[in-house]
């Protein structure tokens, strides 16, 4: 039972990442800033594979912090989507832009990624990628805790 929930979890970050990587290498959709840093915890939670070859409770315990790490990534994009705070400036709108010269306005637009943290690309249900993100991770991070419960 503790395997099987294991597997579980790590199957649910992989699909995370195949999915995010099929929106953006076969949807087309470029992911911003924010949705990058989202991936890279469930890369820490494949860590929690060494859970099947070596007991430990430190194992399960990385594979729920780094999906846990994710979704909370997830509300935070969430909340700057849907501009309950502002995002990073390097990937959202805003700002006071009266105090620029031209030239550095021009820069500044020159400089500026393509992809803004601050803008909903997709949703279902009313919710975005970013959302499903946090819902998703969280589940799985109590997968990897639900695990740690679990008899062998």
């Not at 637009?109 to 949703?123: K, L, T």
């Not at 970013?130 to 991770?137: C, D």
Request: glycine fraction near 14%; charged fraction near 10%; proline fraction near 7%.
């Amino acid at each position: 039972m503790r395997q099987q929930a294991q597997v579980l979890a790590l199957l649910g970050s992989a699909g995370l990442l195949l999915g995010a990587l099929a929106f953006q290498y076969i949807g087309g959709m470029a992911p911003c800033p924010l949705c990058m840093w989202q991936r890279w915890p469930h890369v820490v939670a494949f860590g929690g594979a060494v859970a099947l070859v070596l007991p430990g409770a430190i194992w399960p315990l990385i594979g729920a912090g780094g999906a846990a790490v994710s979704g909370g990534i997830g509300v935070y994009h969430t909340g700057v989507e849907r501009g309950w705070w502002p995002g990073p400036a390097t990937c959202s709108a805003g700002g006071d832009l009266s105090a620029l010269s031209p030239e550095q306005l021009l820069a500044q637009i020159m400089s500026a990624p393509v992809v803004r943290c601050d803008e909903v690309p997709w949703e279902m249900l009313g919710l975005s990628m970013a959302s499903w993100n946090a819902v998703a991770s969280f589940g799985i991070a109590a997968l990897w805790l639900l695990s740690l419960r679990l008899k062998g």
